[in-house]
């Protein structure tokens, strides 16, 4: 399994949900754990990095060296995710 990386951005957003939405996106950070590449992600182009959904969230991710880096969480239906993404 993978080491977990969080950027302050991430964990800040995380901070913010609600339990249940919480809830869900955690769950899905510890499945990118085991499984880095599930069917349901892709790769970002211009990017090093790749995104997942989960309910009405992105997971803008990377593996490095072992560990599973969470670059970014944000809305899905809100391109401000790719905005920040360009900042980084």
């Not at 969080?6 to 869900?24: G, S």
Request: aromatic share 10%; glycine share 6%.
């Amino acid at each position: 399994m993978l080491k977990l990386d969080l950027t302050k951005k991430a964990l800040t957003f995380l901070d913010k949900l609600p339990p249940k939405q919480f809830k869900q996106v955690s769950n899905k950070i510890f499945s990118l754990m085991k499984n880095p590449e599930p069917h349901d992600s892709k790769e970002l182009k211009g990017y090093p990095y790749r995104g997942t959904d989960i309910g009405e969230y992105r997971i803008i991710y990377r593996v490095e060296e072992g560990v599973l880096k969470i670059a970014l969480v944000g809305k899905r239906n809100d391109s401000a995710v790719y905005k920040k993404l360009t900042r980084l």
